[in-house]
């Protein structure tokens, strides 16, 4: 009955994962039509359109999935309308947290938002209350594998503000419009391989906390991602 127990427990786990990951790639379909429908859906020829692409392939999103979401704009019809909404506040601690929405229906957004914030022991602020202190860059991890030198100079070259080794990894951050113009020139090198690879808010300073309060504001974080209408959430707290 163990072998059985432990089996399950597995099963259940992979279901959890399973689930999560369906979640990710339905939010990531609709951020697919949205860029897709504002513009041509050629990635090549739509830059918004092919950072949501990135996007989705750093989170191992199926070729299938982008292509059908890609498509599904190209016959829609004017009456499916989504608009970008971005909620601003704080969280336990006075940690900054920003909100990024895709939504339908702004008042059902703003209400789970609300409550959510409410719940978790933070509260809306507004519009340009946080929002400064963030700045939109790319960023990309690869192992390193690489030779430093080569990395840094590629990375440089087209147009990079920094790279950094860590223990095993190299971080490039890029400008979010020379996101695209770096990796390239990293495939090019020969770096077959991203451990992370997207455009995202990144912020200027960090909120050190103890490890209490960070519990709550990754509960906080954890139930806005599960709002279906949220796209992304950032925040400055300092994790390590």
């Known amino acids: 009955m163990s072998g059985h127990s432990k089996w399950a427990t597995i099963h259940r786990k992979k279901g959890l994962i399973d689930a999560a990951r369906g979640k990710v790639f339905q939010k990531l ?16 020829s739509n830059a918004a359109l092919r ?4 996007k989705a392939k750093a989170a191992n999103m199926p070729k299938d999935n982008i292509s059908k979401a890609i498509e599904k704009a190209k016959g829609a019809s004017e009456g499916e309308n989504y608009e970008t909404i971005r909620y601003e506040g704080y969280g336990p601690g ?41 700045e939109r860059k790319g960023i990309i991890v690869i192992p390193s594998d690489y030779n430093e030198d080569d990395v840094m ?34 495939v090019a090198l ?18 050190t906390l ?15 991602e599960e709002i279906d209408d949220v796209s992304d959430v950032y925040h400055n707290m300092k994790e390590d």
């Open 94 to 134: 006075g940690v900054a947290i920003m909100v990024d929405c895709l939504t339908d229906n702004r008042n059902r957004t703003a209400s789970a938002v609300r409550s959510t914030f409410t719940k978790r022991g933070g509260n809306l602020g507004t519009d340009g209350s946080v929002s400064y202190i963030f």
């Open 153 to 186: 100079l590629t990375s440089l070259d087209a147009g990079a503000l920094d790279m950094e080794k860590n223990d095993d990894t190299y971080l490039i951050t890029t400008p979010s419009d020379k996101f695209i113009a770096v990796k390239e020139a990293l």
């Open 210 to 224: 103890d490890e209490e309060a960070k519990e709550k504001v990754y509960n906080l974080v954890e139930a806005l």
């Open 190 to 207: 020969g770096v077959k391989e991203f451990l992370t690879s997207e455009v995202t808010f990144v912020p200027n300073n960090e909120i």
């Open 29 to 44: 379909a609709k951020e697919l039509y949205v860029a897709a429908k504002s513009g041509t859906p050629d990635p090549d």
């Open 51 to 54: 950072l949501v692409v990135e």
